[in-house]
T-cell receptor, first 109, second 115 residues
Framework: GQNIDQPTEMTATEGAIVQINCTYQ??????LFWYQQHAGEAPTFLSY??LDGLEEKGRFSSFLSRSKGYSYLLLKELQMKDSASYLC??????????WGAGTKLIIKP | GAVVSQHPSWVICKSGTSVKIECRSL??????MFWYRQFPKQSLMLMAT?????????EQGVEKDKFLINHASLTLSTLTVTSAHPEDSSFYIC???????????FGEGSRLTVL
C-alpha cells in the first residue's frame, strides 16, 4: 500500500531551527510537496521537490532523497506565526497526491 | 502566484437541502481540479479528481450521487452536496494545478455546517 509518515507533533523555540521529516512508500514518484496549514484555513504551498537535493526558499528549505524515500522541511529563525500544521504529500505514478497526516508544529517563546 | 478562489467561504444549511460550492482558477487554466474534505484535526482527504469536460473520478468510499462534481470549463469546477446531513458538516477544499512546475494551489476552503 501507499504510505506517508511524518511526526504527529513537534515543539520548538522561537528563533531556533526545526526539521520535519517525511518518509514515503508510494507506487511511483512524481514529486513531493510541502504545505503549511494554519488552523481553520486552507493549505498554502511551501515547496516542491522532484530531484534529489536541497531547495532553499528564504527561511524554509526542503530536501529530497528519492533512493531513501525521504524528505525533510527545515525551518530556520522560527517565528510564532510558524505555528501550524505542515503537510507532506507525494505524487505517485498515476499523478495522484498521497497525503501525510500532517505535523503540528508548536512554537514556544 | 496562481490564485484559486472558492465560494462560499462558509455556509449553514438545513438537513435535506443541497449546497453548491464553486472553485475557480482566476489566472490560469486548470484542466484538473481536486476536491478534498477535512475534518477537525485531521489531514486532507481526497474526495474526487475533476477533469474538464469529463466525469469526475471519485475516491473509494465517496458517494458520487451525493457529491456531484461538475467541471464545465477550464476555470470552474463545482461540488454539490445533495441532501446534506449533519455528518456532511466539514471543511471542503478545492485545488488546481498550474501544470508548470507541479505546484498545487488551494482555494480558501468552504466550511459547511448542516443543522
Amino acid at each position: 500500500g501507499q504510505n506517508i509518515d511524518q511526526p504527529t507533533e513537534m515543539t520548538a523555540t522561537e528563533g531556533a531551527i526545526v526539521q520535519i521529516n517525511c518518509t514515503y512508500q508510494t507506487s511511483g514518484f512524481n514529486g513531493l510537496f510541502w504545505y503549511q496549514q494554519h488552523a481553520g484555513e486552507a493549505p498554502t504551498f511551501l515547496s516542491y521537490n522532484v530531484l534529489d537535493g536541497l531547495e532553499e526558499k528564504g527561511r524554509f528549505s526542503s530536501f529530497l532523497s528519492r533512493s531513501k524515500g525521504y524528505s525533510y522541511l527545515l525551518l530556520k529563525e522560527l517565528q510564532m506565526k510558524d505555528s501550524a500544521s505542515y503537510l507532506c504529500a507525494v505524487r505517485d505514478s498515476n499523478y495522484q497526491l498521497i497525503w501525510g497526516a500532517g505535523t503540528k508544529l508548536i512554537i514556544k517563546p | 502566484g496562481a490564485v484559486v478562489s472558492q465560494h462560499p467561504s462558509w455556509v449553514i444549511c438545513k438537513s435535506g437541502t443541497s449546497v453548491k460550492i464553486e472553485c475557480r482558477s482566476l489566472d490560469f487554466q486548470a484542466t484538473t481540479m481536486f476536491w478534498y474534505r477535512q475534518f477537525p484535526k485531521q489531514s486532507l482527504m481526497l474526495m474526487a479528481t475533476s477533469n474538464e469536460g469529463s466525469k469526475a473520478t471519485y475516491e473509494q468510499g465517496v458517494e458520487k450521487d451525493k457529491f456531484l462534481i461538475n467541471h464545465a470549463s477550464l476555470t470552474l469546477s463545482t461540488l454539490t452536496v445533495t441532501s446534506a446531513h449533519p455528518e456532511d458538516s466539514s471543511f471542503y477544499i478545492c485545488s488546481a494545478s498550474s501544470g508548470d512546475v507541479g505546484e498545487l494551489f488551494f482555494g480558501e476552503g468552504s466550511r459547511l455546517t448542516v443543522l
